[in-house]
């Protein structure tokens, strides 16, 4: 396992971009974004190859967030065009799982991020 600390979030209009951040402190094979909305179950945004840096998105994500890392040990996930129902707190999560966009098999969580898209 690793820490996992996250940063960025807040208030955003609608229309506008926000980027996440999640540092590892130590090497993992894949790192994942997460939202939860008030209500609702988790959901899986997006994932990302460490080694290799390979993308996945989830339907909701295609085309306006993308994910990325360093050689840090970090992930971002920079939203676009963001809408009030991207609202929601943001995790991200690392571990080596089945299926990247699936929590099962990420066995490290980030404390969570807000993440407010106003209308």
């Known amino acids: 396992q690793v820490r996992l600390t996250e940063s960025g979030g807040g208030s955003v209009q609608a229309g506008g971009s926000m980027r996440l951040s999640c540092r590892a402190s130590?090497?993992?094979?894949?790192i994942g974004w997460f939202r939860q909305a008030p209500g609702k179950g988790r959901e899986g945004v997006a994932a990302?190859?460490?080694?290799?840096?390979?993308p996945f998105y989830s339907e909701a994500a295609k085309g306006r967030f993308t994910i990325s890392r360093d050689n840090s040990n970090t992930a971002y996930l920079q939203m676009t065009r963001l809408k009030p129902a991207d609202s929601a707190i943001y995790y991200c999560?690392?571990?080596?799982?089945?299926?990247?966009?699936?929590?099962?098999?990420?066995?490290?969580w980030g404390q969570g991020t807000q993440v407010t898209v106003n209308s």
């Open positions: 999560a690392a571990g080596y799982p089945e299926r990247l966009l699936y929590s099962d098999g990420y066995d490290s």
């Open positions: 130590g090497y993992t094979r894949n």
């Open positions: 990302i190859g460490m080694s290799d840096g390979s």
